[in-house]
Structure formats: C-alpha cells, structure tokens
C-alpha cells in the first residue's frame, strides 16, 4: 500500500470520529437541564441489532422466509385491512423528547418532520403528548401537543442500530428540535448501542421461521385447483403473488394492554409459484407449496404450530401431497412433535422478556 494510500484510509477514519464526537458533544450542550414533565415517556428502550445483519433459529429439517406482512395484508375479499398504528415502545426504541413552553398545533408538527423516517435500515417513529388528554399518541393534525418525542428502533432481523445510524438520528432529531425551536432530550449514545447489542443478541437466540412443504406425489396440480383446496382450509387472505394466509384474531387473553385485542395477523401463510398466479391458464401446474410460521409474530395463545400441522395434514390429503422438508425427506410426526415441545421454550423466553409473540412491538423488533 502506497502512502497515499495509508495517508487517506487515516484521514477518512479521522473524518468519521470527529462526526460521532461532534454529535456527542452537540447532544450533551443542547440537553434540556429541566426535569421531564409527568406522564412523559421512558427516555429510551432495551433494543439490538447487528449491522451486518441476524442469522434467525432454524430448527432442523424446516425452512422459511422471514416476512413482516401484516401491513400489506389484502383479503380474498374486495376488501382489505386497514394496517396498525405503530407505537414507540421503550422495549424497543430508544426515545428523544422534545418540550414546548405552548401546545403547538399537530399541523405544524406533521409540517416539519424528516422527509425520510428512517436512519440506515432502521424507522423512525413519532408521537406526541396531547395537551388535553395528556396521553401519547400517533400525531393528529387537528390536535394540539405539549411534548414530542422521536424514537428509533433498535433492532431489527437487519441487525442492530450501529454509531453511524445513531448519529443520523441524533442529527436529524437536531434539525428538528431547529425547526420547533426546543432543543432534544437525548439518550447516551454507548448506553444505547450497548442495549441495542444486547436486545439483538437475544432475539436472534430466540427467532425461528418454521415450513412444511407440500410435494405432489405425481402429476401436478393446476393453480385454480390448489386456490380452491387452500381456501378450504381456511387460507381466505391473499397478501401477494403465491403468498395465501390463514388469518385469526388476537386474542384477548394475549394481549397484555388491550391494544392487540382484535386485530386481524396472519396465523400461517401458504406460498406456491408467484408466476402461476399471473398466468393466463387456471391450470397452470404448481407441483410444490409451503407452509409457513414466523414464530415470533403470531400469539402463543392461537397454537400456530398445531394449526399449520393440521392445515398442512388437510391439504396434503386435499392434493394428494407429501410432507417433506426443503430436500424432499418426509417429515415425520415424531419430528414436528419435537419441534413443538422445543417452542414452549422460546415463547416462555419471549414473555420474560415482555416480548409476547404477536404484539406489534414483537413483530417489529422480529421483521
């Protein structure tokens, strides 16, 4: 390596610690020295991630594709599901405030925040304190707001909130509290990138995506065909191309605030050849399809495992299938009976935690 070459690799490590102390320094002048108000929120949350990105729990024998669906959920129907409200929760969000000497109009808020809403890979989100009601929530246009704050998440199955995301969201949050004309309530940044490892590395020892594949056992079936013995068993909810869900209710007895009571997740999706549902042919063969269960994302209280072996029992019969696993060995009871004792552990480590399978704070932090 020449010396050009060393004189620019110090000069660029150089240019990027001076970014990360100016932040600090900038946050640590401009902190608010007032007490926060009561009724505020934690000023920051437990959350992890790793840059370079999660590697998720398989059990042996079973495979799937991690996604979060549940915004763009579109049922079978004409109609369609209106997506949840995301809420800042300290388990997962680190959380800049914002004080105002006067409630300032959710109107003039709306106007001034970050035209992107993410750092890195990781959203942002906003709420403010109404000044009548006192409560936090989603920002509204015609209400008035005595507090604000910002929170990014920490973690995510992309990895966990790095030095450089951080410092965007201390710089945007910098710009914004210009714009308001109230200085941010910052967290810490190492107490924060020291959470967000320490969240991350216990959601990767407890995500697991689990699939049971369908193999025809000889001649194919045609796409029209398969729909039809899906929605049989209960698979109503297309969320996209060769993507069916079979969709459930949060249940009461999950949901430790309330808030999930009734909103509509996917339990198990089914997905099958994408190009067979944009074919002209309505038999189009599709000789594979598999079930999936994104573990962390669906209430314990359903039974999603015992739900997806019986739909994937059903429709085997229905199409005249095998159970197999990604390279074509059957899957024996004995196995899945296995698997499903070991998951009792996970949602146990989950709820410890206070993150119950299937919360939206849950389904975040595992997306």
């Known amino acids: ?22 932040n600090l320094w900038q946050s640590w002048q401009l902190r608010r020295r007032r007490p926060r108000s009561e009724g505020a929120g934690p000023l920051m949350g437990d959350e992890p991630g790793t840059a370079a990105g999660r590697d998720v729990q398989r059990e042996p024998g079973l495979d799937g ?43 003039s808020l709306l106007s001034r925040m970050p035209r992107i809403a993410r750092v890195g890979t990781k959203p942002l989100l ?25 929170g990014v998440q920490l973690a995510s199955r992309s990895g966990a909130l790095n030095a450089i995301e951080y410092s965007e969201f201390v710089t945007k949050c910098h710009a914004l509290g210009e714009a308001l004309g109230s200085s941010p309530d910052l967290p810490d940044m190492a ?14 020892a407890n995500d697991a995506q689990l699939s049971i594949n369908l193999q025809a056992h000889g001649v194919a079936w045609g796409v029209d065909y398969l729909r039809q013995q899906a929605q ?15 969709v ?30 944009f074919a002209e042919n309505p038999e189009m063969p599709v000789s594979r399809a ?10 314990q209280a359903l ?43 996970l949602y146990a480590a989950l709820d410890e935690r206070g993150l119950q399978a299937g919360t939206l704070t849950t389904q975040r932090l595992f997306s």
């Open 303 to 345: 039974q999603p495992f015992a739900r997806m072996r019986d739909a994937a029992r059903r429709l085997a019969q229905g199409l005249d299938a095998r159970q197999v696993d990604d390279n074509g060995a059957p899957l024996s009871p004995a196995a899945l009976d296995q698997i499903e004792q070991q998951l009792t552990q």
């Open 191 to 204: 107490d924060v990138l020291e959470q967000a490892r320490d969240l991350d590395s216990f959601a990767a």
């Open 248 to 277: 459930e209710q949060f249940p009461a007895e999950a949901a430790a605030d309330g808030s999930d009571v009734g909103r509509l997740i996917p339990l198990v999706q089914l997905h099958y050849d994408s190009l067979a549902d």
């Open 290 to 299: 598999t079930l999936l269960l994104d573990v962390p994302q669906v209430p």
């Open 232 to 246: 049989a068993v209960g698979f109503n909810t297309s969320l996209a191309a060769g993507r069916l869900a079979l």
């Open 126 to 150: 906003f709420e403010g304190r109404n000044a009548q009601s006192g409560l936090w929530e989603t920002l509204q246009p015609s209400e008035r707001y005595a507090e604000l704050q910002a």
């Open 1 to 22: 390596m020449g010396q050009l070459q060393q004189a620019l690799l110090v000069v660029g490590a150089l240019i990027i610690a001076a970014v990360v102390a100016f």
């Open 65 to 107: 594709e991690p996604q979060y669906v549940e915004p763009q959920l579109a049922s079978a129907e004409p109609t369609r599901l209106r997506p949840p409200a995301l809420r800042i929760d300290p388990l997962i969000d680190a959380i800049a405030s914002f004080m105002f000497e006067q409630p300032v109009p959710g109107e």
